[in-house]
């Protein structure tokens, strides 16, 4: 122990946990907050604000999502080789912290003024900023215990609620601000919230213990250019690739060719390495892996209208009066949030009960309940809306398709995360969990064609029905088939064979797109 300089700190901790956790806790916290805080807001601003179509504006929010979701997998690969985990989400912090802020320059609006420009640099900054800080944070709480230590599961039990509160707090506090008051004191608000976040991961450092540092300090002091250190070249490439990510995100079409090609290549790179290079058995486990992929890409498109299409429809075709206020619709972003902090305990007590009496659904079903629940929830809603005809559809079914998306949530993505941990050899650790990132961003970017579709031809709320309709069946159909091929694939997870040593990580977890782990899978 006298060789051991953070002796002292490990012997201090809050609920038995380190208290690094609760730095990590609260960093994270306030990001969230920023991060949806700004969401809550965004199909607004650019609609009500630059003068956006429906169908434009759509597409812009899901080329922004799709961004901050793949940006992830640069700043991981930068972290591990290069930064570590604590740079990495320091200088993302900083980033992020300077695009919330610059979100609140509004200008006069419309798509000719000026500051229309600071608009594009603020999500460019926000997109990189995530990059480095998103995954990496929640990597960092991992890195506070030892693998065999009890205490992992509860420590990432307690970040998630973090997580979530943030999400709850800042789709609540900036949602109200800016629709109530103007959009820079909502922009401002998710600004101030960074900022915190910033400030109490710096002043937290020496309780983190030292983990999370780079694995290369030397490579990193190395001067390269005019004595240049290495680590400050790759802060300077990193903030001139917002220059590229501000062409990116107003050029969308880009996007979606990037996520095409990006993704034909890396399914074939999968798919070469597990035919010539992987056993049967682990070679099945990729193809399992790769099937709950390529599916969550349909929950994620129909679950993400939330901040898009479903954002508007709230805004506009809903009566939204409870207890004689007209509640703002952005503030009904907060509803997802909510409902996992009181589901979550539920869902994990009700997989152990079922377990106990051998009756649990294996990880594939659950997926594609996940998957039967995002299509019921639009069906729910059309319900619902067609009953109350030509007036303002009751704010109870937005209640309830919340409800519904986020039970389906809870059954398929800490399912997901935990299958790509689990499935995916020790060579194809990150590969794999980069995939399943990438499933989720090229998600995101459908999520906002499919909301432009339900506004891009002037409709009304018949086109929004048609197409939620449409949708709806189309998940309970593929969930249903999914159902059904569930014990063919859960025989390609060869479980019964499945070693530790097999084990391709456990912990990470982020938020709605990689909700955390499936604790009653990982143990069997």
């Known amino acids: 122990m006298a060789n051991n300089p953070y002796a002292a700190e490990e012997a201090k901790t809050i609920l038995g946990h380190p208290r690094g956790l609760f730095v990590l806790f609260f960093a994270e916290m306030w990001e969230r907050f920023s991060y949806y805080g700004m969401r809550a807001l965004l199909i607004f601003y650019l609609v009500q604000h630059w003068m956006f179509s429906d169908s434009e504006g759509s597409v812009i929010y899901g080329a922004y999502t799709a961004l901050v979701y793949i940006a992830p997998v640069v700043g991981g690969y930068l972290a591990d080789r290069y930064l570590g985990q604590r740079k990495a989400v320091l200088f993302g912090a900083v980033l992020l912290t300077f695009g919330h802020f610059l979100m609140a320059f509004e200008g006069s609006g419309g798509q000719d003024a000026a500051e229309i420009n600071i608009f594009w640099l603020a999500l460019s900054f926000i997109i990189v900023g995530s990059g480095f800080l998103k995954a990496n944070i929640s990597v960092m709480v991992g890195q506070l215990y030892p693998r065999t230590d009890i205490r992992r599961d509860p420590a990432y039990t307690i970040f998630y609620m973090g997580i979530n509160l943030g999400a709850m707090l800042g789709s609540l506090i900036a949602g109200y601000l800016g629709q109530t008051y103007g959009w820079k004191y909502g922009f401002g608000a998710a600004g101030v919230g960074m900022l915190l976040g910033l400030v109490v991961f710096v002043i937290g450092k020496p309780l983190l213990m030292g983990r999370g540092e780079s694995r290369a300090p030397e490579k990193l002091a190395k001067p390269v250019l005019g004595g240049i250190t290495f680590e400050w070249v790759l802060y300077a490439l990193s903030f001139l690739s917002v220059g590229l990510v501000w062409f990116m995100i107003q050029h969308q079409k880009l996007v979606g060719f990037l996520l095409g090609g990006a993704g034909v290549v890396l399914l074939g790179y999968v798919l070469i390495t597990a035919v010539f290079k992987l056993t049967r058995e682990e070679r099945n486990r990729i193809i399992a892996a790769l099937y709950l992929i390529v599916g969550s890409i349909l929950f994620w498109a129909l679950f993400e209208q939330a901040g898009a299409s479903l954002n508007l429809f709230t805004d506009r075709s809903v009566d939204r009066h409870l207890f004689g206020w007209e509640v703002p619709a952005s503030m009904f972003q907060s509803l997802n949030s909510m409902y996992i902090i009181m589901l979550a305990p539920l869902f994990a007590m009700l997989w152990l009960v079922l377990a106990k009496r051998g009756w649990e659904p294996s990880a594939p079903a659950k997926f594609a309940l996940g998957v039967v629940m995002v299509g019921l929830g639009f069906l729910v809603l059309v319900a619902g809306a067609k009953a109350a005809g030509p007036g303002a559809t009751p704010v109870i079914f ?125 143990r069997r």
């Open 398 to 522: 937005i209640f309830l398709i919340y409800l519904i998306h986020t039970m389906g949530e809870l059954c398929l993505s800490p399912v997901g995360l935990s299958a790509m941990n689990r499935l995916a050899p020790a060579q194809m650790a990150s590969l794999i969990m980069g995939a399943w990132f990438f499933a989720s961003a090229t998600g995101n970017f459908a999520a906002g064609l499919i909301s432009a579709a339900t506004g891009g031809e002037g409709g009304g709320v018949e086109r929004v029905m048609e197409v939620y309709s449409n949708v709806g069946w189309l998940a309970v159909g593929v969930g249903v088939v999914m159902l059904v091929i569930a014990p063919q694939i859960k025989k390609l997870m060869h479980l019964d064979t499945l070693r530790d040593d097999d084990l391709a990580g456990q912990g990470e977890l982020a938020e709605p797109a990689a909700a955390g782990i499936d604790v009653t899978e990982e």
